[in-house]
Structures are given as C-alpha cells and as structure tokens.
C-alpha cells in the first residue's frame, strides 16, 4: 500500500496526540497549505517533546519508521532537531524541537487547525499564514538568500493570503527578528 505524504504525516501526529505531546506543521507543507500547494520531499515539525516520552515515541513509531532514540535525545539535550523516515515510502520527517525563545513560543502558540488534504481527523496543526512567511524568510536569510524555492512559498502565501494577512504582526516580527527588508522586498513582490 502506498502512502502519500498527508498520512504518512498523520500517522506521526496520531502518535504524538496519543503521547500529549503538542506539535504543529512547519515549512513547505505549511506553506502549501496557505499559499502555493507544491511538492515536497520531506515534511517539517515543531513539536515539544520531554525526555520522558521519548521511549513511548520510539515504540509508537517504530513498526513504520526508522527511528533513532540516541538521535531523539540529542535533539532534545540541543534544542536541535531530528528526522524519521517513513519504512514503506522513504518520506522523511523533520523534528524540530520548540525553542525557548519569545518567538518560538508565539509562533507555537499561535497554530492553528487546519485539515489538509480534505479529511484529516483530527486536523493537523498548522504554522499560521504570518509565521510560514517568518519562518521562510529566516530560511531564505540563512541560505544566502539564494533559495528560489523559499522565496517562491513567501510569494506564494503572500499572494494566496492577501489582505487577509497581519500586516503589523508580520511587521513586528521581522524588526524583531531582523527581516524587515526582505520582508518589504516580499511585500512589494521585489526581489
């Protein structure tokens, strides 16, 4: 049986539900959803998961993925980050864990529901608009801002959104974060 990307995404989400460990959909998936749908060779998480859960997920996902627990509580030890594949169809999972930082934590707080793909039960949990464009950008900055893939999802859900958009939120987050000039390139459909 082959799997597309939306389920192998909510067999990881099921399992992390069942284990109450809160998480949200990040990265191209995320901007797909807002913006832009494209293909995606991976798929993108923030979740915030304790050393202790971390035995329950391995056992929770091992039967369909490959899972490294080392890798898991190093990721969590670091603030970092760390990947699953999918056994059946190769389809890999970042895990991002949630930062401590004012951003992260609003960001986080502010997901939303969303079904994806039509008939997600229960919805998955979604970076908002705002914070899919936040996030690209930092990635876009980070990469040199070369990434035409990047720039294409910020342009994406910029023209998807429109006026529907947080300006002043999308504003005071890149001042903060220092993204204000990539983001009025952005905004003015510049590049």
């Not at 202790?52 to 997920?57: A, D, F, P, S």
């Not at 899972?67 to 898991?72: F, P």
């Not at 059946?88 to 609003?106: C, P, Q, T």
């Not at 959104?161 to 504003?171: N, P």
Request: charged content about 25%; aromatic content about 8%.
């Amino acid at each position: 049986m082959t799997m597309n990307p939306t389920e192998v995404l909510g067999l990881v989400t099921k399992a992390l539900n069942a284990l109450g460990v809160s998480h949200m959909i990040c990265g191209s998936l995320a901007s797909s959803v807002h913006g832009l749908p494209r293909a995606t060779m991976d798929a993108d998480l923030i979740a915030e998961i304790k050393s202790e859960q971390v035995e329950l997920l391995v056992k929770a996902l091992e039967k369909d993925f490959y899972i490294d627990k080392e890798s898991v509580l190093d990721a969590i030890s670091n603030s970092s980050s760390f990947n699953i594949i999918h056994l059946a169809s190769s389809f890999k999972v970042d895990i991002f864990l949630l930062r401590n930082n004012s951003y992260s934590l609003n960001e986080f707080a502010r997901r939303m529901p969303q079904a994806v793909s039509g008939n997600s039960e229960p919805p998955f949990f979604v970076a908002t608009p705002e914070d899919v464009i936040l996030s690209k950008l930092r990635w876009y900055r980070q990469g040199g801002e070369v990434s035409e893939r990047q720039w294409n999802d910020i342009i994406g859900v910029i023209k998807v959104q429109g006026e529907r958009l947080d300006r002043k939120y999308l504003e005071l987050w890149a001042k903060e974060l220092g993204l204000s000039d990539i983001l009025a390139k952005a905004l003015s459909g510049n590049i």
